[in-house]
């Protein structure tokens, strides 16, 4: 039975298909009077008659407001299909049989039951366009989605341009078919497994695989997919793929512990054992623990594993100590199994054939840059290198083929998250001193709003407990947490967020306590060391003193070191919580002083970073004071007249560019064989001296950069310094520049001497691209020459790749050795052998070797201690300077004003050093550049009726804020020069001196709650 329009009888023009005739806009011929759906289009579908119902709202709408109305044609939404989509038929619909249907005229298909229904409905896979339902605007409490919102132009002046817009992962849907990426459900890419291990992602966190949502006990990774594969992939090394298959398996297999335990009952007690009556409980419960751990295993197929940056290597072992498994191997293909399962075919190392199941497997794609802005960046007028990357200036990493514009991050190459926040600040220094006279010239202040004063107010405390994810969630019960908090005297709101620092987060604090009228704020969430100065930023923003603000570190002092104990974790967050709500009770607004600074810096170290960072610092107008060792310039780069590095740049006529202009510079004083004696003072009042010839030069400078290097490994092994024929790769280099390398039969270099081993444990991270260089040069002075290199992990990683890939091309043989049995070099008379016992066809392998070259790695000076010492700052396990964050201050010391770059930070390249210290420069210049630097609010003051001038405050100011004034009999603070450290209070006994912010009554109120 067919449908016809009910048209009313209103006088209204029709068409000649017998509907209501209309406009655009849906207006009829009578004015004021509109129509839509089936009346103007005939039976249509719901969703264009709601269609219609809408525009004919926005024209009546237009027509009152006097707004210009226009239909918007849209193009479909394209089409989305989950990657964790689970292939299901379409349920048939039972008939009514034969036989009884041919009896009367009665509907055939009986339709679907209840429980069919709901299993057609989850077949959906909810790819569909937008229906402009609006169900996503009426949900949104942000009123973040405006349906009417089109694409603007904007036109902008700028001095420079800096493109970081990056790189995605490479896509093995089509190129690795046999890998069966979204042919089989549990296989997925790295970036999956990294949604579902994040506590936004679809699991919430938790380790499951899509198919089926069971938890895998047995999971592993494929390395290289599209890297190192220039047939079907790219041909570089994509830098991260390797470091990321360990963090995400390492994490999985704590995920799992934190899993277990959510699901185990727990008894009551302390994890460390001072709860000694359930003792027992604890072992018990530490013992489960460890057994589900040991039930899951992660496997990592590879060809080398890339470990090459700072700590990378320690990260290696570790995984290998706590079980995580590497086969260097190649897969062959994966096959699905009735149960889900995936039996993968690799051939192992030895070339053997073997096939081993897994339940869930993780394909570690690599980096590349899409065609489409590839493409964009072309009609910029910038060039495109091979490797499909922006090229850049073989001396600069980060300067462009046209001037104004500078790049960095994964758009110039694949790299990790360090080089790439390093390269960024680079970037950030070149602009700087290139946009140097316009500095601040466009600049607008920020605007606060006027301080609420508190002081006459009942305690208002609002208390936001953050989740982190799992990182706390997992572990610690943040509900039961925020209910414990609202318990709490003076608490009025509390709350628990899935990320405390994200910006709605902060946004809702802001709300709140314009809301609720809170005078404390208290967050219980991760480290103050990196989350407090986003906070009391908040604070600020919203009215409030920044110093009416109190953090609870659940995550390291719970979550992290109680994970193996849920409900101590819990106990013991509440306890945090109700400390800092303790403290905050007595907290009074501070204010911190402005001080004038000194605009000048203090380099240590005279080496190719060094210099870099001196040169670039002067030319932002700063004062420089560079001071080196040595009798002259240059560092490691001494001794040499002709030295490149892998990809061809001139060093030394970088070095000798750089160095002719420190001369010249009338901003740069160099100190040659000079000593920093003494560093005294703060971030931007710093006060040192300068031995020189024995005589003491004074200096005021507003920061500090360190760059003072390292040096090569001396090596005791492999016959060094016994034989002749036994050299490094530096003094191979030198030979050959200078010409004094005479055609031999054989050279064999030995890789890792010096490092990866117990005495030093680092990657040296150059070691690889030297021999491959060297290698190279031989082959091109003498072709004939036999040229072998026998290494642990060949570590060309980045767009290094390609030279390993030429330098076996041209004959160079790799030899693989196993990490615990190093080759042997025998001296036969005259003769040198190299016996080598080869990790892939498992034999002995004895060379003859006209030379035998040790690529010798990096080690930190013995000073580096001292220099610690003497400004404050750590050292890492393996003597080289530890930055204050490897990822969000790479370059920053925990001492503001003090920076590292260079070969002091760790081993790296020459230009890797070079950026570090122009990041560096880009830190300093944050303070540098203003007139004033705020001091610290939290310092020291003296209750003057208590004091007794006794001066032990003033013998323990490491940083010399407390004087004792002999006239007045009393101490004084210097508030410049105080940091807040507490020593002094500590060591008053008369109680006569106290830090704002952590008062002895501040103090004493958290210990009596635990009391």
């Known amino acids: 039975i067919g449908q016809e329009v009910d048209i009313p009888d209103e006088g209204l023009e029709r068409t000649r298909r017998g509907t209501i005739k209309t406009n655009e806009k849906l207006e009829t011929s009578r004015q004021g009077v509109y129509a839509g759906g089936d009346l103007v289009m005939g039976p249509s579908t719901l969703v264009e008659s709601i269609a219609h119902g809408k525009r004919a709202a926005q024209a009546i709408d237009a027509k009152f407001t006097g707004k210009e109305f226009s239909v918007e044609r849209r193009h479909p939404a394209p089409l989305c299909i989950p990657w964790n989509t689970i292939h299901k038929n379409r349920a048939r619909l039972a008939k009514v049989p034969v036989l009884e249907r041919i009896n009367d005229f009665c509907e055939v298909e009986l339709g679907y039951t209840e429980k069919e229904v709901l299993e057609e409905a989850s077949r959906c896979l909810s790819c569909g366009g937008c229906s402009e339902c609006m169900q996503c605007v009426f949900a949104c409490q942000r009123n973040a989605i405006d349906h009417t919102m089109k694409d603007t132009r904007e036109k902008i002046e700028v001095g420079a341009i800096i493109f970081s817009s990056g790189a995605e992962t490479f896509n093995p849907t089509e190129k690795y078919r046999e890998l069966g990426y979204r042919k089989f459900p549990n296989v997925i890419t790295s ?14 966190g938790k380790v499951q695989r899509p198919s089926d949502r069971k938890t895998p006990q047995k999971i592993a990774f494929i390395q290289c997919i599209g890297s190192r ?43 460390c054992g001072t709860d000694l009556s359930n003792g027992m409980g604890t072992a018990n419960q530490n013992l489960t623990s460890a057994s589900s751990s040991e039930e899951f295993s992660a496997t990592v197929f590879m060809i080398d594993m890339r470990a090459y940056g700072k700590d990378f290597e320690k990260y290696y072992q570790r995984a290998k100590q706590e079980g995580i498994r590497f086969i260097r191997g190649k897969v062959d293909r994966v096959k699905e199994l009735d149960n889900g399962n995936l039996e993968v075919a690799f051939v192992d190392n030895q070339g053997n054939f073997q096939k081993e199941n897994f339940e869930l497997l993780i394909l570690s794609v690599g980096l590349q840059v899409e065609p489409e802005k590839l493409a964009q960046l072309e009609k910029l007028g910038l060039s495109i290198s091979p490797e499909g990357f922006l090229s850049t200036d073989p001396t600069n990493p980060i300067q462009t083929t046209r001037q104004g514009i500078w790049v960095c991050g994964t758009l110039a190459g694949p790299k990790d998250i360090p080089d790439t926040v390093m390269e960024a600040s680079a970037a950030s220094c070149e602009v700087a001193g290139f946009l140097h006279p316009a500095r601040f010239t466009q600049v607008k202040e920020k605007a606060y709003p006027q301080q609420r004063d508190v002081s006459n107010q009942p305690l208002r405390i609002g208390v936001f407990i953050c989740r982190c994810g799992i990182n706390i969630g997992g572990v610690v019960e943040v509900p039961k947490v925020v209910e414990w908090a609202k318990s709490l005297p003076g608490v009025v709101y509390a709350e628990e967020n899935l990320y405390t620092c994200s910006q709605d987060t902060q946004e809702r604090i802001k709300e709140k306590i314009l809301e609720l009228n809170l005078n404390r704020i208290i967050v219980a969430s991760c480290s103050p060391r990196t989350h407090e100065p986003l906070f009391r930023e908040t604070l600020k923003e919203a009215g409030l003193n920044p110093y009416l603000f109190e953090m609870a570190n659940i995550r390291d002092q719970c979550s992290w070191v109680h994970q193996q104990s849920p409900d101590d974790a819990t106990d013991k967050s509440r306890d945090l919580v109700s400390m800092a709500v303790a403290k905050a009770s007595l907290l009074e607004p501070l204010t911190p002083m402005l001080l ?15 210099m870099t960072a001196a040169l670039e610092a002067a030319l932002q107008g700063l004062k420089v004071f560079l001071v080196e060792k040595e009798s002259e310039l240059g560092g490691n780069l001494r001794g040499y007249h002709k030295k490149t590095n892998l990809e061809g740049a001139p ?23 000079a000593k920093v004696q003494e560093v005294n003072g703060f971030v931007g009042n710093f006060e040192s001296t300068i031995v020189q010839a024995g005589v003491e030069i004074p200096i005021k400078h507003g920061g500090v950069i360190v760059a003072t290097g390292a040096h090569q490994y001396q090596p005791h092994e492999f016959l060094y310094q016994q034989d002749r024929q036994v050299l490094t790769q530096t003094e191979l280099e030198k030979r050959l520049e200078q010409g004094h390398f005479p055609p031999v039969v054989s050279v064999v270099m030995i890789q890792c001497v010096g490092s990866r081993s117990d005495e030093h444990p680092w990657c040296s991270k150059i070691c690889c691209g030297t021999a491959i260089k060297n290698a190279l040069t031989i082959k091109e002075k003498s072709p004939d020459t036999e040229v072998y ?11 290094q790749e390609k030279y390993y890939r030429e330098a076996r091309n041209r004959g160079v043989v790799f030899i693989r050795f196993e990490d615990d049995d190093p080759p042997e070099v025998i001296q036969q008379g005259s003769v040198l052998h190299v016996k080598v016992n080869s990790a892939v066809f498992q034999e002995s392998v004895t060379i003859p070797a006209s030379l035998v070259v040790l690529s010798v790695g990096i080690v930190p000076p013995e000073h580096n201690a001292t220099i610690g010492k003497m400004l404050k700052v750590p050292l890492n396990q393996d003597g080289f300077f530890l930055e204050a964050h490897v990822k969000l201050r790479p370059v920053d010391f925990a001492t503001d004003g003090v920076y590292v770059c260079g070969l002091a930070h760790g081993p790296k390249s020459a ?39 006794c001066g032990d405050c003033e013998k323990v100011c490491a940083y010399k804020a407390v004087k004792i004034n002999q006239e007045k009999k009393i101490a004084e603070v210097n508030a410049a020069l105080c940091k807040g450290c507490g020593l002094c209070s500590a060591t008053c006994k008369s109680t006569a001196i106290k830090v704002q912010g952590f008062a002895p009554e501040q103090l004493i109120s958290e210990v009596e709650y635990l009391l």
Do not use: W
């Open 229 to 271: 594969d220039p047939e079907r992939g790219k041909s570089y090394c994509s830098s991260v793929c390797c470091m990321y298959a360990i963090k995400e398996a390492l994490v999985a297999k704590e995920h799992l512990a934190i899993e277990h335990h959510e699901e185990q009952p727990v008894e009551a007690g302390c994890s």
């Open 651 to 673: 060093l030394i006529d970088i070095f000798n560019s750089i160095k002719a202009q420190i001369i010249n510079h009338p901003n740069i004083e160099v100190y040659l064989n």
């Open 191 to 204: 970036l999956d497994f990294e949604r579902i291990l994040n506590a936004s992602g679809p699991f919430s």
């Open 911 to 949: 230009l890797e050093s070079m950026l570090q210290a122009k990041a560096c420069v880009a830190r300093a210049m944050n303070i540098l550049s203003k007139d004033q630097i705020q001091s610290e609010a939290q310092i020291a003051y003296v209750l003057k009726e208590r004091c007794t001038a």
């Open 789 to 799: 290199i026998l290494y642990r992990d060949l570590r060309s990683y980045g767009l």
């Open 596 to 610: 004038p600074l000194e605009k000048s810096l203090l380099v240590l170290g005279g080496g190719l970073s060094g």
